[in-house]
């Protein structure tokens, strides 16, 4: 079973509203990454935040972790409608080989 | 422009041939990986290569042969796939697997994919 799960699966909103998705993850980590994809590409890495850290900013990314809740969330700022994507929640599997486990993600639509 | 390049974008295939899907990355990158992607769903990872090594091979069947001919290259070589195998092939690199000075994964650069059909 995947280790991050995403909720909502689904978000729509306006533009210049706040777009917040979160994910849950089961075991212990070094980190967690959020990445992007638009529709028919790859993904994009956003943000990585470590165990130690508990909230981190980029732009109009604001991520958060709370590792007692084993659970984080990504705030998308002032949405525009090319923030319109799926965004993925990816944890380490505690195992320092490199393997990324993914959330199942959110699709978030931003109508203009 | 994504810095990982796949080839080719889309590839129909039917179930008794043999084809390749590559990619090439020239950012000094020393892990390299391929995931399989279905629609509405996340990646699924299949194999991780470092430092052209195989590392990862997550019980991927048979007919999926990985290649890693130097650093910046990574082949996928399919042969005898079946409908199920029908996705969307994701290659990644990152610096390296895993740095044990920073203790963390490293992020990953994914390519735009190779969208396979299987007939």
């Known amino acids: 079973s995947q280790q991050g799960e995403e909720d909502p699966q689904a978000l729509s909103i306006q533009e210049g509203e706040n777009a917040t998705m979160n994910c849950s993850y089961k075991?212990?980590?070094?980190?967690l990454q959020w990445y992007r994809q638009n529709s028919g590409r790859g993904l994009v890495h956003l943000i990585l935040?470590?165990?130690?850290?508990r909230e981190k900013h980029s732009g109009r990314l604001r991520v958060t972790l709370d590792t007692s809740k084993k659970s984080s969330s990504l705030l998308i700022t002032a949405s525009r409608a090319a923030d319109t994507a799926s965004y993925f929640c990816a944890t380490d599997d505690y195992s320092n080989t490199g393997k990324l486990i993914f959330g199942q993600g959110t699709t978030l639509q931003v109508k203009p | 422009d994504t810095e990982v390049t796949q080839t080719p974008k889309h590839l129909v295939m039917g179930m008794t041939n043999k084809k390749s899907l590559k990619c090439e990355q020239h950012?000094?990158?020393?892990?390299m990986y391929w995931y399989k992607q279905k629609a509405k769903k996340p990646p699924e990872l299949m194999f991780v290569?470092?430092?052209?090594?195989?590392?990862i091979n997550e019980s991927v069947p048979s007919r999926f042969s990985p290649e890693c001919p130097n650093s910046s290259l990574l082949n996928l070589h399919l042969h005898a796939l079946q409908p199920e195998d029908s996705a969307l092939y994701l290659c990644?690199?990152?610096?390296?697997?895993?740095?044990?000075?920073?203790?963390?994964?490293?992020?990953?650069?994914f390519g735009d994919g190779t969208r396979l059909s299987i007939l």
């Open positions: 075991t212990s980590i070094n980190n």
């Open positions: 935040i470590r165990s130690n850290e």
């Open positions: 950012m000094g990158h020393r892990a």
């Open positions: 290569y470092s430092y052209e090594k195989l590392s």
């Open positions: 990644a690199s990152s610096q390296y697997t895993y740095s044990a000075t920073q203790r963390e994964n490293q992020p990953q650069h």
